[in-house]
């Protein structure tokens, strides 16, 4: 008989285990224990679940990156014991987590999948009990001993999203995420059909390591018409600033405007990395294709393609924690390291 899988659920808080403070009424995260007793089913499934709650747990309104290097130690120290893993975090900031974790884990062999709900499990009309369970099938499922999603992901309402992919787009609606650049991984319906051309096999075998240095002297800059030159000045001149992201218009584009231009050369003569990603909810920065984003080609501004925010801040934050040379971190930018960018 084919061993049982086994799972890692990896509590770290969020909406899906809270419940209301009695005297001020706000929603507070609470113990593991709140969630299995509200999801007996969890009983039924015929796999090995074990868990791991964060002390304390915390809305992700909190995480950091000691967030993620303590997700990422969890994950390593259990790796060969489990088949998969789940990892429960609040929905806010739930895409630059499972973006971080794709970026800290080489050679990742089995599936990390992120959930948690936008109703706590203790509610009625909760989304947390079908993101939970399905996201112990999925971290279960296997193809003879190949586990069938051997990815960092996010699964919530029905779809399966590759985690660096992804971003919340709804703050209201259980469909809370959105992967606008790439088609989901899979989707859940009657049956889990799992879109096999997109999923990411390992091509060469190797050991799992943890990257978990992170330098956080990354900034965003977000055009809207009036944006002014003291604001820019000042925020490029903030003392360890290394990295901008750059959230532009449309395709890539920015003011022509001298002053913009003269900013942005002098940060990178000064050493600073900007990278260029679009402010839509989709599509991809093309720089050069018209002659409001040429300058920033010309000024050293690198192309992030269609990165979303998320994957674009905790890929800069991790290539400058690890890597000394600009031009390697350049050139690691402009290429996908796990996915995260066509
Ligand atoms: N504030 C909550 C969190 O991100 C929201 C959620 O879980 O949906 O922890």
Redesign the pocket.
């Known amino acids: 008989m084919e061993k049982s899988s086994s799972i890692l659920i990896i509590y770290t808080?969020?909406?899906?285990g809270m419940v209301n403070e009695p005297v001020t009424g706000t929603l507070v995260?609470i113990d593991f224990r709140h969630i299995s007793d509200q999801v007996p089913e969890l009983r039924r499934f015929g796999f090995h679940l074990e868990t791991v709650t964060f002390d304390p747990v915390?809305?992700?309104?909190d995480v950091s990156p000691d967030t993620w290097v303590k997700i990422a130690l969890a994950i390593e120290e259990r790796y060969d014991e489990f088949d998969g893993f789940v990892v429960l975090h609040?929905?806010?900031?739930?895409a630059y987590s499972a973006s971080a974790l794709s970026f800290m884990l080489t050679g990742l062999e089995k599936p990390v999948i992120f959930t948690?709900?936008?109703l706590p499990i203790g509610v009625l009309r909760t989304d947390g009990k079908e993101n939970l369970i399905t996201s112990i099938e999925i971290a279960a499922a296997r193809d003879g001993n190949t586990p069938r999603v051997p990815e960092v992901c996010v699964y919530f309402e029905n779809r399966l999203l590759r985690g660096n992919r992804t971003t919340k787009f709804s703050a209201e609606h259980f469909n809370a995420f959105t992967s606008p650049n790439l088609p989901p991984l899979a989707e859940a319906g009657l049956q889990i059909k799992y879109n096999r051309n997109l999923i990411r096999y390992p091509t060469v075998r190797r050991p799992l390591t943890i990257s978990t240095k992170f330098d956080t002297g990354v900034g965003i800059l977000k055009l809207f018409p009036g944006l002014g030159r003291s604001l820019v000045q000042s925020m490029l001149a903030t003392e360890g600033l290394r990295a901008i992201i750059l959230e532009s218009y449309g395709t890539g584009n920015a003011p022509t405007l001298g002053w913009f231009y003269d900013e942005l050369r002098s940060f990178i003569t000064r050493g600073g990395v900007i990278l260029n990603v679009t402010q839509c909810q989709a599509g991809s920065v093309e720089m050069g294709l018209y002659e409001t984003s040429e300058g920033l080609r010309s000024a050293g501004v690198i192309s992030g393609k269609d990165l979303t925010t998320e994957a674009a801040v905790t890929k800069m934050m991790i290539l400058l924690g690890q890597e000394q040379s600009y031009e390697r971190i350049k050139s690691l930018l402009t290429k996908p390291i796990c996915g995260e960018m066509s």
């Open positions: 808080g969020g909406t899906i995260p915390i809305d992700s309104s609040g929905t806010d900031t739930m948690g709900a936008q």
